[in-house]
Nanobody, 120 residues
Framework: QVQLAESGGGFMQAGGSLRLSCTASGRISFSNYFISWFRQAPGKEREFVATIRWNGSSTGYADSVKGRFTISRDKAKKTAYLQMNDLKPEDTAVYYC????????????WGQGTQVTVSV
């Protein structure tokens, strides 16, 4: 069974940095896949954060994080990363990674989420 697992969340003061990791288990190779990060704050809808094409490394970001967050991946480790710099209190949320085939609009694979809390 294919699973995604996030790690690296925690507590940070505004202006600080955290790096989130998303590691795959099972037989998934991520070839022709997009890997994306989403977040959901209490009482808010799920929000897109960033995405990366596994093979070609093309990336995309939400306007709210552009210039502060960087998505990357390590093919050998089957791991995607989200480097978060200049954190703001409004970045506080549960962060999820997800994977979808490049021709699909749906994400069949999701992690359990990791909490990020940014203090004022």
């Amino acid at each position: 069974q294919v699973q995604l697992a996030e790690s690296g969340g925690g507590f940070m003061q505004a202006g600080g940095s955290l790096r989130l990791s998303c590691t795959a288990s099972g037989r998934i190779s991520f070839s022709n896949y997009f890997i994306s990060w989403f977040r959901q704050a209490p009482g808010k809808e799920r929000e897109f954060v960033a995405t990366i094409r596994w093979n070609g490394s093309s990336t995309g970001y939400a306007d709210s994080v552009k210039g502060r967050f960087t998505i990357s991946r390590d093919k050998a480790k089957k791991t995607a990363y989200l480097q978060m710099n200049d954190l703001k209190p409004e970045d506080t949320a549960v962060y999820y990674c997800a994977a979808r085939f490049f021709t699909s609009e749906n994400y069949p694979h999701w992690g359990q989420g990791t909490q990020v809390t940014v203090s004022v």
